[in-house]
């Protein structure tokens, strides 16, 4: 059921993000005079699944999930319609208007994704605010891993700065690190100030998720609310309501420290100490491979002191436009480091499985547009990017045009699409492919 939630959730936002991407093109195209022969979200090689004509346009649903197309006619994309091209230009074709006017065409679906994730995020900031962990509220410091141990971390550390800089949000510094290359960290240890240098050499294993830091919080009585389908616990006695107190007569002071002590008994037996109504009771039970006793717990009360900005209607607009321009801003960055020698960062690209993997397993509203709203920046940048067969690579070639005074050749034009399209089917192939080996490396 998890699976199929995420699944649902990156069908809707792809499909949202899609038809959002190609209305721009529709609108200027439809604007300018322009005949757009069809409108289709996913791809309708062979069928459609769904299909309907009005007016000039045929509308459709194609049945591979891999975007969304408009036809533009007297336009060399995706469809490769090298008849059309034989003809004499009408003057309702693409080819047979002004430069400006094309340029303003091919740059509609970015813009109109740009647009889209600001009314998302002004949506998402009024509905919902904005929470977060101030840095400063993480009064028990942090836990870490021993990539972070061997940066020079130490548990119960509290990060003071980086680079000199106070970090307001805990969430920030990860993504501050690695983004602006930060070179070093102040942190607070056992009531002294200590500088930690960030070797670049740890760059790489942070991109990956090692070397992450996370707020160190009070192990809480754990409460038992449900079972999953595969319970050992269930299996051993342990009631709904029981509450876990301790492993094999350790007590814990901090949760990491009992997540860590169960997953480095994974797949033994171990005694655990819980309350029920009261009464000591200790149950004896095999953890799964996994190290899961196969419980669902009751939330807890969080230790740590979070913050909400509520925003009024008018107050989300800037606040939304603001954090759309540092989501730009903030993948720019991101996009730089797949390019940039040492990070290994091409190594973390991700394709469908990973894109889907990042929407929760449970159906959130206010989740679901924020993740929607960051994938529509997510396109438009990659749709810009000047390779043929992209709306990046149309830009490239109609400046060259404007700045020359010479339009490309229909054959140049042809060649330079199907080289697109080979770039494309291979980045596809690699960034699916580092999914499938991350499955099988589980």
């Not at 002004?98 to 002004?122: D, K, T």
């Not at 679901?368 to 390779?387: C, D, G, H, Q, R």
């Amino acid at each position: 059921m998890t699976v199929l939630i995420k699944i649902l959730q990156f069908i809707l936002s792809l499909s949202l993000i899609v038809i959002i991407h190609e209305m721009g093109h529709y609108f200027f195209a439809r604007l300018f005079k322009t005949r757009v022969e069809k409108f289709y979200l996913f791809f309708d090689a062979w069928f459609s699944l769904f299909k309907f004509k009005k007016g000039e346009t045929e509308y459709g649903i194609g049945w591979i999930p891999l975007g969304g197309y408009v036809k533009i006619s007297g336009m060399i994309d995706e469809s490769m319609d090298k008849d059309q091209m034989k003809q004499p230009p009408k003057p309702y074709e693409f080819r047979s208007k002004p430069s400006w006017q094309r340029l303003l065409i091919m740059l509609g679906g970015v813009s109109f994704n740009f647009i889209l994730a600001i009314v998302l995020y002004i949506i998402v900031l009024f509905s919902w605010g904005e929470t977060y962990l101030p840095a400063e509220n993480v009064k028990y410091g942090i836990v870490t891993d021993s990539i972070g141990h061997e940066m020079g971390l130490k548990d119960g550390d509290k990060i003071l700065a980086v680079d000199g800089q106070r970090i307001e949000r805990f969430n920030q510094i990860i993504p501050d690190i690695i983004l602006n290359e930060r070179q070093q960290m102040t942190v607070e240890r056992d009531g002294e100030k200590v500088r930690i240098d960030i070797d670049k050499k740890f760059i790489p294993y942070i991109i990956k998720g090692q070397g992450m830091i996370a707020p160190r919080e009070p192990f809480p009585p754990l409460e038992v609310d449900a079972f999953q389908r595969v319970s050992p616990a269930k299996q051993a006695g342990l009631q709904r309501g029981d509450k876990v107190v301790g492993i094999d007569g350790k007590e814990f002071d901090f949760y990491h420290e009992y997540a860590m002590y169960i997953s480095e008994k994974a797949g033994d037996e171990v005694t655990v100490n819980l309350l029920r109504q009261g009464d000591s009771l200790n149950i004896d039970l095999t953890l799964t491979n996994e190290g899961m006793m196969g419980i669902k717990l009751k939330p807890f009360d969080r230790a740590l002191e979070y913050e909400t900005i509520k925003y009024g209607f008018f107050e989300s607009i800037p606040a939304g436009i603001a954090k759309g321009f540092k989501s730009l801003g903030d993948y720019l960055k991101q996009f730089r480091l797949i390019f940039s020698k040492g990070t290994k960062a091409h190594e973390s690209l991700g394709g469908f499985i990973t894109i889907g993997s990042i929407f929760p397993s449970v159906w959130n509203w206010q989740a679901f547009w924020e993740l929607t709203a960051f994938l529509s920046v997510i396109l438009a940048i990659m749709n810009i990017l000047p390779i043929p067969a992209l709306d990046g690579g149309h830009v490239m070639f109609l400046l060259y045009e404007v700045v020359t005074g010479r339009k490309p050749s229909d054959k140049f034009m042809e060649y330079a699409q199907i080289t697109g399209m080979i770039i494309l089917l291979a980045l596809l192939i690699y960034a699916n492919g580092n999914d499938i080996i991350r499955l099988l490396n589980k």
